[in-house]
């Protein structure tokens, strides 16, 4: 079982990823999260209508890339450089499994190309292609 | 200009969206990154996807990479050097 707080050093309210299923370092990365009612973005997005801000799913991917490198990221910084070709195609309510699906398109110079999907009981809600710059 | 070097430069135009410039003003000598074309080191990325992609040409080699990024006649030979027969 992959240690997730091991490997990221994001935490509450912006630890994005429950879970790792599957870790192939370098090649693929499926994750979870688990979407509660009490997620704190819930409050005010909306609000009598709970629906997850799109640019939290690109964070998911990106958290989700996180697992691609070998060594944990603490201490290190891993910045976005780049959204490319980012689209939502379906809202995500609290009580939803996602999961998050990343594999590295490309790399040089320090930055890395992962393209990802979130998805939701096999229906593609976010799909992107990140740009993460290592420090 | 040679063939090749036309088909760098349409990629790099196409690659990076330098929407307007026609190969014709791309210097061959001047500096991609930095001063000259300005590109950045996310243009690298993209510009490593584009030979790849279109030459078939791979630059896993971040230094020699940076050596034949160093402008349109170095980039075209590194590509005729190392295409794919």
Redesign the interface.
Known sequence: MTDVLGQLPHRFPFLLVDRVVEREIGVRVVAEKLLTAGEPYFLGHFEDRPILPGVLMIEMLAQAGGFLEAEPLHGKAIFLAQILDARFKGPAFPGDRLRLEVKPEASFGGLLRIEGTVSCEGRALCTAKLLLKKM | MSDLKLRVKTMIIERLKLEGMTPDQIDDVAPLFGEGLGLD??D??EL??GI?QTFGVK?ED?AA??KAFKNVDSLTAFIAEHQPA
Do not use: D, K, W
């Open positions: 080191s996310i690298a990325l490593v996807l790849e630059i971040e990479g940076m």
